[in-house]
């Protein structure tokens, strides 16, 4: 059983919105950073959205306003929604859960912005 699972990736059109799903074990979820990351061919891998075990959360300036990260305590599920998808949003967005030195990442979901 792998750690974390994402789910949720697909095929949208620019403007449209997707809710990408983490579940991860208790472990994880009770004590451990969250968060998503992307990774668009040709370009390293950057972080999107983080929130912490209490809730606080973090995002950059190029998602800011349209990218919101939730947790599920009820679910050990981290959420990421995307609104006002831009066809730059274009990527394999993977979810990670940090502690220290520790780190459980995803095995990546596709999420394509096309018209």
């Known amino acids: 059983v792998q750690p974390v699972v994402e789910s949720g990736g697909g095929l949208v059109q620019p403007g449209g919105s997707l809710r990408l799903s983490c579940a991860a074990s208790r472990t994880i979820f009770n004590n451990y950073f969250m968060g998503w990351y992307r990774q668009a061919p040709g370009k390293q891998r950057e972080l999107v959205a983080s929130i912490s075990s209490g809730g606080s959360t973090h995002y950059p300036d190029s998602v800011k306003g349209r990218f919101t990260i939730s947790r599920d305590k009820s679910k050990n599920t981290v959420y990421l929604q995307m609104n006002s998808l831009k066809v730059e949003d274009t990527a394999a967005y993977y979810c990670?859960?940090?502690?220290?030195?520790?780190?459980?990442w995803g095995q990546g979901t596709q999420v394509t912005v096309s018209s």
């Open positions: 990670k859960g940090w502690f220290g030195t520790l780190e459980y």
